[in-house]
């Protein structure tokens, strides 16, 4: 496989400095650790991918830029959809190979293929779907639509094992990950093309490519918050029912989208308590936030500090070591 160029050196640096992500079209070759740091090197900045492929899968890898990475153990969560290509050990009618369908549709028990780097523990996985495209004599090509964590080198093992004749993987290809499918992904030189570009001052292909924070989890729950309690959330502050302009309906230790009031993305959060048990205005904590994304400052700071705020451990230790010793008595 051709690998693209990767710019070494000041051409690199700070390229993209924002949170986002990219759909990156990975190839069969390479492992995704590989792919994430070329796309890393291509626009200089901290990266890190959602969703590891093996090097002989293809297809759908979001590459986290910046502060993006915080999103990785939401967009873990995502299910996932393949179109696999699969070997049987032996000659089967294709209308029983039609019946595995209906079969391996709903929750399966698997185990961790040997190749696999992960414990070997056996989990449950719901296949949401799974359609026959189409059969030329042993080979079986099929979509399935599944939960994360669904290895389907396994799913191919048990559908061969149910058939009496064996089977396995020969390739494998991501079509989906979440909401974003391959209409919305980039092969590597698509990358490399735009980043040149940008060099050159001209970021639009790539500001194009890049999908925002917000536009990651479209799906989650909103809750638009005041503006005057944006910063103290960026310094670490859980949020009260005080800072609430609006929300929609979410449970208890629901994950949230916490928007300013000119919608902009500030952070994720933990619910506290469900939407229903308070309403905006209401004092109490509401919202824990656990990934922040706008930076300190964005906002005038709105509160102040108190007297009984305790020092920090740095503090500590610049206080002891400022104090003098009393002289020693004669």
Sequence with gaps: MDIPHTPEGPEAVHLWNKAGIIVVDKPRGPSSHEVA????KMLGCQVGHSGTLDPQVSGVLLIMLGNAVRLAPLLLQHDKEYVCLMRLHGDVDRERIA???EEFTGRLYQRPPRKSAVKRNLRIREVHKLEILDVDG???LFQVHCDAGTYIRSLCHHMGFVLGVGAHMVELRRTRSGTFDEDTMYTLFDVQDAAATARDGDRTALEKM??????????LPIVVIHNAAIDAICHGASLAGVGVVSTMEFGKDQTVAVLSEKKEFVCLGKALVPSVSFRPGDTGL????TAVFMQPGTYPRAWTKSDKVYPSKAEKKARKKAVKPAPPRK
Aim: overall charge negative.
């Design 210 to 219: 890049v999908v925002s924070v917000d536009g990651a989890v479209p799906e």
């Design 37 to 40: 740091a070329w796309v890393g």
């Design 138 to 140: 042993r080979l079986v």
């Design 286 to 289: 509401v919202i824990a936030p």
């Design 99 to 101: 019946t595995l369908a």
